[in-house]
């Protein structure tokens, strides 16, 4: 049985993920900084073969954690790593940069300085559009980087750290960034969700700036399934993949698109000072992944939301608890 580390698998995007391979029937470890969130926020907690996931709390900012999720590795034989951890959020960035800075680069490149000593087949990285800042047309994979904010910083920065590794110790990276992702169970501080539960609890909705941020938003099932072909493509050592749909929906028309889904008829909106650093647009060109993968995504805007406020709703008693505003750890 085929065995898979998920650093990160509190995450929405890797407990999505780990969700995916448990469906694959693959022996799948999962670490994250804080002990198991809530079950509303792991899909894979319902997954029947829960039995195959293993959980450890590993801290990546303390170097002990750090040496013990190596032995974990080395205990387990793990050869298949993918990294979903990173200290997210844009705006939050500027107050406290340090903290993104330490978790983002500093803790990285010790992981990887640790790592890069063991045999391992493959290190997936979860990356963003944000390393190139606003885009001004469809990006390609081989774009340069233009960061403007602490958080894009600490992500190209740990592009690049892993780029060098590659080149000079054939560390076996592939990297992907993806879109704006969405679906049941993200967390409620995220746009969809935040939308939904502010309509349901009949509270207004801040638009930042004019509300016309350009981003795709994709189904996170639909990457999960072409993060699995990636994975096991045992030929792409080295490459960058973009995961994105081609369709471009500013902020403030997928309020208006959410209110109209859920039959809201009245001015709920408000709107406030834009964030510090926000680029405008993020346009990824995914035509190499579709080519290389034969990969489309299969759930529209329209329905990934009917899905996510259905989530909601069933879930409602916990989620309307749930802060709607990001809550920092260092």
């Known amino acids: 049985m085929m065995k898979i580390l998920i650093i990160g698998s509190n995450s929405f995007a ?39 996931f293993k959980f450890y ?5 303390f170097n002990k954690d750090i040496n013990k999720l190596v032995q974990i590795i080395k205990k387990n034989k793990i050869q ?31 992981l990887i300085k640790n790592l890069s000593k063991i045999k391992i087949k493959k290190y997936l990285n979860f990356s963003t559009p944000e390393v190139y800042g606003n885009t001004s047309s469809l990006m390609k994979e081989s774009n340069i980087f233009a960061p403007t904010t602490p958080y894009a910083i600490s992500r190209s920065a740990q592009d690049f750290n892993l780029l060098a590794y590659f080149k000079t110790y054939n560390f076996p990276v592939v990297f992907t960034r993806a879109a704006n992702i969405y679906g049941p169970h993200q967390q409620s501080y995220r746009i969809i969700p935040k ?25 996170m099932q639909d990457v999960s399934r072409v993060l699995y072909k990636i ?38 909106t408000y709107h406030v000072n834009e964030r510090d650093g926000k680029d405008l647009k993020y346009t990824l ?46």
């Open 195 to 219: 939308i939904i539960i502010s309509i349901l609890t009949k509270k207004k909705i801040p638009i930042h700036g004019k509300g016309n941020t350009l981003r795709s938003f994709i189904y």
């Open 80 to 110: 298949y790593i993918c990294n979903f951890a990173a200290q997210g959020m844009v705006a939050e960035s500027w107050i406290n940069p340090q903290d993104w800075y330490n978790t983002n680069i500093v803790s990285n490149s010790i």
């Open 57 to 61: 709390k590993i801290n990546l900012n």
């Open 231 to 268: 994975l096991l493509d045992k030929k792409n050592l080295g490459q960058t993949f973009h995961i994105s749909t081609n369709k471009f929906i500013n902020i403030l028309d997928l309020t208006k698109l959410i209110n109209k889904l859920m039959g809201v008829k009245y001015k709920n």
């Open 14 to 52: 890797g407990s999505n993920f780990v969700d995916y391979l448990l469906n694959k029937k693959f022996k799948v470890y999962g670490v994250s900084r804080s002990n198991e969130i809530e079950e509303q926020h792991l899909s894979y907690k319902k997954n029947k073969n829960l039995k195959n």
């Open 285 to 330: 060109n995914s035509s190499k992944i579709r080519k290389k993968y034969s990969w489309s995504e299969k759930t529209n805007l329209e329905d990934g939301i009917i899905n996510t406020i259905k989530w909601v709703k069933n879930n409602f008693s916990y989620l309307k608890k749930s802060s709607l505003n990001y809550n920092h750890k260092k």
